[in-house]
Each structure stands twice: as C-alpha cells, then as structure tokens.
C-alpha cells in the first residue's frame, strides 16, 4: 500500500488530498478565517442554562452560541472550575497540578444548574465544528493530542486504543504510560503507540505538557471568549494521525509549507523527512496526480464502480442513503447470488471510500442488492468493517438485514463536504455532469464494446460537438490514449443532433 499526501495552497485557503495506491480517500479543506477548528479551546462564558435540556449555552465568539451537555462537562469539571479561578489571578502558576488539590467527582446524574451558572468563565473544547444553522458542540473535558497520546487533564485514567488488539501489548503500553504519567494527568494511548519505546512516548507527552503550560499562561487577564489553544493545522493534524510506513510521498506547491512540514516530520518522523517534495511543473499540483478528475468523478449523486457497477447517493435532513445498483455489467459468475455477492463486495469498498472523502456523518443506510445465503450476507459484513477499519472517525456498523439493508452511524465533526459536479447544459437551461463525469460512462462502454468487437473493424464514436472537442484536445489527448490502450483508434464524429449527454459507438468494416 502506497500512501501519498498532496497539498494545495491557495492565497485564501489550503486544500489536502490524501491518496492510497493513487486512489483519493480523503479530501480536507483549511481556510485561513476558520476559527473553530475541532480540538480548538476557548476562555468562553457561560450564557443562559436550560436545566430542561440539562445543557447550558456558552459564548465562544462564535454568531450563534455554542452548546454544553451535563454529559460533556466531565467528571473533574469542580476541579477545572477551581483552577480557573486561582489561574485567573495571576498569582497562581502551578500548571504541572502537582500539588493542585482536586474537588469531587460530580455526579454523573445530576443537574447542570448544581454545577455552572450564567456570566461564569469556563474552559472549553470545540467537539463538532458549526454545521448549519447550529453553534459548535462543547466539552469541557478538556484532552491535549499528541502523536502517541492524549493527555487529559485533572485525570488518573491510564487507557489504551481499542484498534490494538493484542493484550500484552496493551499492558505493556500502559505500564509504560503510568511510568512517565505527571501527576494530575490521565492519559490515553493511540493506535499509533504500539510497538513504541518509552523514550518515544515520553518525549510526545513532554511536548503535550508544554502546550498545556503556555495554554495556562494565557488565562490571567484574559477577556472571554477567547481562544487560548490552537489545534494544529491540518498538514500537521494529518500527519500526526496518519503518518506510517505506506507514506511514500508529500508534496506541496507552496514552498514555506514545504520548510513547515519538513520541520514537524523532523519531530515526530524523522526518517521520512526525504519524501517532502515542492511541486515545480507548469502543470496544477491536483492536474498532476490525477486529484481533479477523482474530485469530478467521485461526488456526483451517481458513483460509477469497476465492472459496471454504480451507487446512487441521496441526502437527506435526516440521513443518507446509498443504492447499490450492478448496472449493465455482463454476467460471468455462475449465478444471481455469485453476482450479487460480487457486486456487494466492490460497492462496500468504494461506500467505505466515500463517507471517508465526503465526511458524511450521522445515520446511513445502505441499500445492498439482497442476498438469501446468510454466510454471504456475513462476509459482506466482514468485508465492509475492514474497508471501515481505516477510518480515524468514531463509527459503527450493524449487520446486513435480510432485505440487504446495512445501518452505519458515523461521528459528524465537520460540515459535509460537498463539491459541485455540473455543469450549465449547453442544449438547454440547467445542469448537466461535467465532460469528465460522462468520460468515465464512455470509457465503460468502450472496454465493453472493444471486447466485443471482432475481426478488422474500425470504430466509431458519435457524441455531442462539445464532448468531441474535450476527447480530441491536445496532442496528447484522451483518444490517443485510448489508442494507446486497444491498439485501434477510434474515429470521433461530432454529431449537432446529439444532446449533451447522448452518445454511440459504430463499427464498419475497413
């Protein structure tokens, strides 16, 4: 597996395009106004405290008020209030809490008018980004990320990853953990800690406590809201989650970004410090790496597969919902169930791909083609949690019903992306796909048309006069590449008569 990072930097804001095996599965966007990044934490106060909701809002700077449950206060919330209030004299500049003496835990059912009141100063970390009309979400179960851990304030708790399966390695992470853990701290292992030294972890948690201390230092004299820790950029917060072995390539078109992720790959992962690169081609950086055409393939309402196949994408106020469909694809397998099982089995791939590129959160439900054998219904199952595995957001999957429906709830922390895809119809008022939408649907048809095509034929294709000139354009056009590839070339007639989106292939005999 081949892992690449390709950084776009635009004067008003930064796109990343994550791709494995050149394949895109992840698409961020970073613009330079964005002021409530998830992980962000702000001196906020409290505003007006709902005790029927048990929640309270809280102004974070933000045009619509942020929104604090009982239940994201955490348990050490007297403890943070207390040291507010001593950090906020200035006097007070004991951050490591050494001897910083911790109020009791609040009770885990009670009421949220017990524990804050309005016009009160308050730490607290944006959870979810606004979406919408809706504020950020809050909690004030404050957690500072590292690159192998968290590290989690007024705390004792020492946990692990789930996603690290083996238990002697689990104990021997948190035997290490409870080693080098400061007093007052909790900590959590990530993923990315297995198999590392304790040199390694205490150096990552020592950077951690650093940031904690300069966070401290700027809460004297501080007028609210305002925000006193920056989660790192998402170059940064990237790599800090992803960065692995796989990673064979970063490039960027943006030269102080280049000196900027040289400088923390020198950090955190010395050794692949070589791979950064600085894009010089007159080409666009995402014209380079095929980016473009994955963004304009790959967000449209339908979602061409190999073989044919396809999903139709629907969203929805209260949910998404994806049809499988297997379209024209010819039929080797040896039965309605071989095929259906076949098709299943790339659409989990490419369903798993695209909740990870679009971020798509909240309830989806997926409309597979059914199956009647139970064993087949559990190895798509099987199949889709292991396509799933790499996803870093909070998810969970329950198993196909027997009407081939599958339920997934996926953590939403960030607006949707959503990317346009059409464009005006040249033969008539509205939209229609972009020229590159419709390429993938002709270059489907012509695997199969060529296949089928025996003896000395030459081949024809009729398309609209707009959809000729985009396959014809340039020396090194898209139908010298086909020749390339089927060793025959194919003749373009542009054809007036044609709409937009119609086209056909003829053959005749040389």
Known sequence: MKTELIIRSNSSDIDFALLRDGKLIELNNETTDNKFSVGDIFLAKIGKVL???NACFVNVGYEKDGFLHYHDLGAQVNS??????KVSTGKYKEFTLKNFRKEDDINKD???NQVLKTGQNLLVQIVKEPISTKGPRLSSELSIAGRFLVLVPFSNRVSVSQKIADPKEKERLKRLAKSIKPKGFGVILRTVAEGKKVAELDKDLQNSLE???TMCKRIPNTNTPTKIL??????????????NESFTNIVTNDDSLKVEIKEYLQEIYPEKEKIVKLHRSQVPIFEKYGIERQI???FGKTVSMSKGAYLVIEHTEALHVIDVNSGNRSNKAGSQEETALEVNLIAASEIARQLQLRDMGGIIVVDFIDMHKAENRNKLYQHLKE???LDRTKHKILPPSKFGLVQITRQRVRPELSIKTTEDNPNKNGQVEAPIVLL???EADLEKFMSNSKGNKKVQLHVHPFIAAYLTKGVNSIRFKWYLKHKKWITIIPRDAYTYLYYRFKTFKA
């Open 51 to 53: 005790t029927g909701l």
């Open 80 to 85: 943070l209030n207390k040291f507010i209030k």
């Open 110 to 112: 009670g009421s949220i």
């Open 211 to 213: 940031r904690w201390k």
């Open 230 to 243: 920056s989660e790192l950029n998402r170059a940064s917060s990237i790599l800090r989650d992803v960065m």
């Open 296 to 298: 304009k393939t790959s």
């Open 387 to 389: 396509q799933m595995a």
């Open 440 to 442: 993938e649907k002709i």
